[in-house]
Every structure is written in structure tokens, then in C-alpha cells.
């Protein structure tokens, strides 16, 4: 019998551990889920006779090494900060280990030891990143295949309420990891636009922003993601002039999360002694000059970000319960807890409600066999969540983790060392194995004049 081991049963796990405990009754496989929350994990599970809950302190090295090395493979779940552990301690027992996170640089120099024990380390197998850089390669393959040369990359990602959802005022609702939301964007941005780089820091990233139509859903906003720059190595595409990944909100999103940064407020690094004990109102008084005037805190705030103090914007941040007299309470410890804190309390998916994620690619290329004809590809992707069922992410997320760690069991995905789903190998076979579950890219292909 194969032991499955899964770290982590948060919003982004359930569909990956239904998936994995049905295969488990189809292949003598045995599931088990690692969670600080053992019953959420056991809820997970559901009762399965191929499933185990198991309380779980990612901290404690004899736990961690006793459930890995149990274990023939490790689906890690777990917060991108434990990406490196659990890589190697995988290693340090010959275990493959699939995570959904960005690949840790410090993961990424694994690469010729996992090579010599003979051990898979697959990285970036979700959403985003994963079935975007999947069915992005998929593409320019086959521009290349045709001897096209890729002028223009522009890809867009977003998970986001259905558009028949009634929203709450930030136009959001929380569906995976609160903590990401809260910090999204910390490191700012950079990528190209006609051969010419920009760069974007935290403070102006959601100034930063366009229109985006997308088929079904209609006028959404982008702004810069990460660094979309490193995409032209890992791509491939060293002659592409535009090289831009965004991330896609309803429109109104950016221009209150643009004063929620300027404020200060993500900020994960610094320790504020005695948090828990302030009230929400006390906590924003922090991130103000002294008030000398007498002046109302909400009026303070206005006047120090430069923005009216009876507009949309105050009174959002005055709904989000940055004024409240209500103790902030529970274990928080940095201004971006407090954050994360409320972003839970007041953006839930309604009950009954849908979420919906989205990936398009928009990619321009030249033919110089074909009279040196321009063509334009787009290709998108929605995908809708379940009403009090399956979400949309969770789906989407878990998913190709699922179907990869799936396929190493049965010694069907033939590769050793640090992967990120850009190797043929992996997105033929993962693309086609979502394409017979339902989960397809519509393209459209255009003649540029």
C-alpha cells in the first residue's frame, strides 16, 4: 500500500484530498491530512476508510519526520514560508513532494540532489502559478512548432466572487489563504512593456492599473504582478518586447487597496506590542501623525492620505472596521494580522454563493514563412465554484497537484529533480488529464494587421 501524505487542509485542499481518497479506492493507496486544526482536517476526510486527520506542528522536526517518512510522496499544502522544510526533509528520506507555491529559490538549488536520490520536487502545480504556465507553454509551442517568433506576452489571473454574487463593498471575497490577500503585491512589481522595463514598489502598485474584457465576465481591472520579467527565461521567449502578468479585480478593488497600503498596513515584519488588547480604532491611530487639532480620527486619516474625507473611500475603510471601538483581540502580533483578521470577519463567499477564477493569455507573434503574417492568440479559462459545494479555487488549485501526484505514484510522469510545470512532459500530460475532466481554454486566434 502507498502512503499519501497531505500538509495542510485549508480553503485550497479539499478538492486535492477528494481527488487523492477516490484514487486511494481505485490504486490501495492511503490518504493522510496534516493540519495544526485536526478537525478541520478530519472534515476534509469526511469519514473516508482511505483517510486519516492527524494534528500536525509544522514546527515540531519529530512530527514532521515521522509523518514524511511514512510516507511515498508529500503534497505540501502549507504556508510558501515551509516550502524549503518540507522540500528537505523530503529529501533527507527519498520522498517526491508537490506544492502549489511559486518555487523557493533556496528549493530550486535542490535541483542535483534530488537528481541523485532519484526524487521528483514539483513546484508551482496549481492555479497561479501552474495551469496558467501549463497552458501558456502550450501555446507557444505551438507558435514555435509553426517557426513564429513571440513578440507579446500578456497573462491574467484572478479568483474572485462570480459576478451574481452580491458583493460586499471591497467587491471580494475570501476563498484561499487570508494572509496572501493581505500582503499581495509586498514586493511590488516589474515587467516590460514595448522593450521598455518598469517598475512598480508596493506603495503604487494598485495605482497602477487598466481594463481588461474578459468573454462572460465583462470589464475587470489589472495591475502588474510579481516579476514578470524572469517568465522570458523560463518561457523561453529572450525576443518578446511585451512581457506583462497581471492580476485581475472588479473594478473599484485598487483604488481602496491603493490607501489601505499607502497607510501602512500590510506589514508582516513588524511586532506591535500588546496588539491584541487595542481596539481596531487605536490600531489605525497608530499609522497617523499626532493629532494637535482635535480633528476626528476618520477625518485625520482622509486628510493624511489626500483623499476626501466624505467620499467612497473613508467611508469603505469606515465599513472595513478600521474605526471600530471593538477590541481587535485573538493572537495577532503584526499590522498585517489585525488586516487578515478583518478581511475574514467582513469578506466571506455568501452562503450559497459562488466563487470564479480566471486565466487568460493574450500572446503576439510573427511568421516570417508566412509572409511575415501577425497573429494574435487569446486564450481563457473560467472556471465556477459550487453553491456550498467544491470552490472554484479549490478546484483549480488542487486539481493538477492531485493529478501529478497521481501520475508519480504510478511512475507515470518519468522525471527526477526541481520542476515547474513548463516541461512538456509534465503539461501534455496534466492538460489533457484536465481537458477529460472538463477544465478547458478557449482560444481565439486573430490575423494582426
Known amino acids: 500500500?502507498?502512503?499519501?501524505?497531505?500538509?495542510?487542509?485549508?480553503?485550497?485542499?479539499?478538492?486535492?484530498?477528494?481527488?487523492?481518497?477516490?484514487?486511494?479506492?481505485?490504486?490501495?493507496?492511503?490518504?493522510?491530512?496534516?493540519?495544526?486544526?485536526?478537525?478541520?482536517?478530519?472534515?476534509?476526510?469526511?469519514?473516508?476508510?482511505?483517510?486519516?486527520?492527524v494534528e500536525f506542528d509544522v514546527n515540531d522536526e519529530n512530527m514532521r519526520n515521522d509523518q514524511i517518512k511514512n510516507a511515498d510522496i508529500v503534497v505540501?499544502?502549507?504556508?510558501?514560508?515551509?516550502?524549503?522544510?518540507?522540500?528537505?526533509?523530503?529529501?533527507?528520506?527519498?520522498?517526491?513532494?508537490?506544492?502549489?507555491?511559486?518555487?523557493?529559490?533556496?528549493?530550486?538549488?535542490?535541483?542535483?540532489?534530488?537528481?541523485?536520490?532519484?526524487?521528483?520536487?514539483?513546484?508551482?502545480?496549481?492555479?497561479?502559478?501552474?495551469?496558467?504556465?501549463?497552458?501558456?507553454?502550450?501555446?507557444i509551442q505551438n507558435i514555435k512548432d509553426r517557426n513564429g517568433i513571440i513578440t507579446s506576452f500578456i497573462s491574467y489571473g484572478t479568483s474572485l466572487p462570480a459576478p451574481d454574487v452580491d458583493f460586499n463593498n471591497l467587491k471580494y471575497c475570501i476563498t484561499w489563504n487570508p494572509k496572501n490577500v493581505a500582503l499581495a503585491g509586498e514586493?511590488?512589481?516589474?515587467?516590460?512593456?514595448?522593450?521598455?522595463?518598469?517598475?512598480?514598489?508596493?506603495?503604487?502598485?494598485?495605482?497602477?492599473?487598466?481594463?481588461v474584457e474578459v468573454d462572460g465576465i465583462g470589464t475587470l481591472e489589472a495591475y502588474p504582478n510579481r516579476d514578470s520579467l524572469i517568465y522570458r527565461k523560463i518561457f523561453d521567449l529572450e525576443k518578446v518586447t511585451t512581457m506583462i502578468r497581471g492580476t485581475l479585480r472588479y473594478p473599484g478593488y485598487s483604488e481602496i487597496w491603493l490607501q489601505?497600503?499607502?497607510?501602512?498596513?500590510?506589514?508582516?515584519?513588524?511586532?506591535?506590542?500588546?496588539?491584541?488588547?487595542?481596539?481596531?480604532?487605536?490600531?489605525?491611530?497608530?499609522?497617523?501623525?499626532?493629532?494637535?487639532?482635535?480633528?476626528?480620527?476618520?477625518?485625520?486619516?482622509?486628510?493624511?492620505?489626500?483623499?476626501?474625507?466624505?467620499?467612497?473611500?473613508?467611508?469603505?475603510?469606515?465599513?472595513?472596521?478600521?474605526?471600530?471601538?471593538?477590541?481587535?483581540?485573538?493572537?495577532?502580533?503584526?499590522?498585517?494580522?489585525?488586516?487578515t483578521k478583518l478581511l475574514i470577519e467582513k469578506l466571506p463567499l455568501p452562503d450559497g454563493a459562488r466563487d470564479m477564477v480566471a486565466l487568460i493569455h493574450e500572446i503576439e507573434a510573427e511568421f516570417?514563412?508566412?509572409?511575415?503574417?501577425?497573429?494574435?492568440?487569446?486564450?481563457?479559462?473560467?472556471?465556477?465554484?459550487?453553491?456550498?459545494?467544491f470552490t472554484?479555487?479549490?478546484?483549480?488549485?488542487?486539481?493538477?497537484?492531485?493529478?501529478?501526484?497521481?501520475?508519480?505514484?504510478?511512475d507515470e510522469l518519468p522525471l527526477t529533480g526541481c520542476h515547474i510545470p513548463t516541461h512538456p512532459v509534465i503539461y501534455t500530460r496534466l492538460l489533457k488529464e484536465m481537458e477529460e475532466i472538463g477544465f478547458k481554454f478557449k482560444e481565439k486566434v486573430e490575423v494582426v494587421k
Open 368 to 389: 516570417p514563412k508566412e509572409n511575415n503574417k501577425k497573429e494574435k492568440t487569446t486564450s481563457t479559462f473560467v472556471e465556477y465554484g459550487e453553491p456550498n459545494g
Open 187 to 211: 514586493a511590488g512589481a516589474q515587467y516590460m512593456e514595448d522593450n521598455k522595463i518598469k517598475i512598480v514598489g508596493h506603495n503604487q502598485l494598485f495605482n497602477r492599473t487598466w481594463k
Open 260 to 339: 489601505i497600503v499607502r497607510l501602512g498596513i500590510p506589514n508582516d515584519i513588524m511586532k506591535i506590542p500588546e496588539l491584541a488588547d487595542k481596539t481596531y480604532r487605536e490600531f489605525t491611530e497608530m499609522f497617523v501623525p499626532v493629532n494637535t487639532n482635535g480633528a476626528k480620527l476618520e477625518t485625520r486619516v482622509a486628510n493624511h492620505l489626500g483623499i476626501n474625507p466624505t467620499g467612497k473611500i473613508i467611508d469603505n475603510l469606515i465599513w472595513l472596521g478600521l474605526f471600530d471601538d471593538k477590541k481587535i483581540g485573538g493572537t495577532v502580533k503584526t499590522a498585517a494580522d489585525v488586516l
Open 1 to 53: 500500500m502507498k502512503n499519501v501524505l497531505i500538509l495542510g487542509a485549508g480553503q485550497s485542499a479539499p478538492y486535492l484530498i477528494n481527488y487523492l481518497l477516490n484514487e486511494a479506492e481505485k490504486n490501495d493507496w492511503y490518504v493522510t491530512v496534516c493540519d495544526r486544526d485536526k478537525e478541520l482536517a478530519a472534515r476534509r476526510i469526511n469519514s473516508h476508510p482511505r483517510g486519516k486527520a
Open 76 to 139: 505540501n499544502f502549507l504556508a510558501p514560508v515551509f516550502q524549503y522544510l518540507i522540500a528537505s526533509d523530503c529529501l533527507k528520506y527519498g520522498k517526491h513532494v508537490v506544492t502549489a507555491s511559486y518555487e523557493n529559490s533556496r528549493v530550486a538549488e535542490l535541483n542535483q540532489e534530488a537528481i541523485s536520490k532519484g526524487v521528483i520536487i514539483l513546484n508551482e502545480m496549481g492555479l497561479d502559478p501552474g495551469i496558467d504556465h501549463m497552458s501558456a507553454m502550450k501555446i
Open 392 to 410: 472554484a479555487i479549490s478546484k483549480t488549485v488542487g486539481l493538477p497537484a492531485a493529478i501529478a501526484t497521481k501520475l508519480i505514484l504510478k
